[in-house]
Structures are given as structure tokens and as C-alpha cells.
């Protein structure tokens, strides 16, 4: 059974640091790209960053490049979004997904999805 269960969200300030994490499990992880998405109220999903097999390629949304830094760890079914620096726009609920080819924004190509995170930035 494929499962993709995200943690680490919450209610922080504006200009904090907030590492969110996405546990893996049912698939081949290390041969799956693997992306964060958020959908903020009122607002359609968004991609937010994606990350290739070997932890190497990585993609960002403009809005959070610079801020954000996506990783994996393939040893431990793990992905991360490292979100410093937020916004009261980072608001939203934060989704990690994996598909098999590529790691850019499309969202319907990705496979699994998982249930979401929280994020609250107060200003």
C-alpha cells in the first residue's frame, strides 16, 4: 500500500525557519521523483519545488526559490522542504508526491500523493 504521510507543519511567524517532512512507503522510493505542492485558501495547488532520484536535479517554484531547498534522503524513504524566510503567502496546506519521470510542475503527472501539512505564517 503506497502511503506518502507529511509532517512538520504548523503556526510560526513571519521570517521563520519550518522544515517540513514527507515519509515514504509501498513503492520503490530511490526510482521516483519526488515533488512538494501547497494549495493555499481560495487558491488553486501550486508546485513549490521537485527533486530528482539522486537527490541531485532539483526544480523550485519562483515564489520560493532562494527561500525553500528541497532533499531526499533514498536511505531513509525521506523527503524535506526547508522553508526559511516565510511569508504570510506560504500560507496553505503543503502536500508531498512522487512520479516516475521527471520532478517538474505538472501535477498531473505525478502518481501518489499524500494527505497534506498545515502551514500557518502569521505576519
Known amino acids: 500500500q503506497v502511503q506518502l504521510v507529511e509532517s512538520g507543519g504548523g503556526l510560526v511567524q513571519a521570517g521563520a525557519s519550518l522544515r517540513l517532512s514527507c515519509s515514504a512507503s509501498?513503492?520503490?522510493?530511490?526510482?521516483?521523483?519526488m515533488g512538494w505542492f501547497r494549495r493555499a485558501p481560495g487558491k488553486e495547488r501550486e508546485f513549490v519545488a521537485g527533486v530528482g532520484r539522486d537527490a541531485v536535479g532539483r526544480a523550485y517554484a519562483e515564489a520560493v526559490e532562494g527561500r525553500f531547498t528541497i532533499s531526499r534522503d533514498n536511505g531513509k524513504n525521506m523527503v524535506y522542504l526547508q522553508m526559511t524566510s516565510v511569508k504570510p503567502e506560504d500560507t496553505a496546506v503543503y502536500y508531498c508526491?512522487?512520479?516516475?519521470?521527471?520532478?517538474?510542475?505538472?501535477?498531473?503527472?505525478?502518481?501518489?500523493w499524500g494527505q497534506g501539512t498545515q502551514v500557518t505564517v502569521s505576519s
Open positions: 509501498g513503492f520503490p522510493f530511490s526510482n521516483y521523483n
Open positions: 508526491a512522487a512520479r516516475g519521470a521527471g520532478y517538474g510542475p505538472n501535477a498531473a503527472a505525478y502518481d501518489f
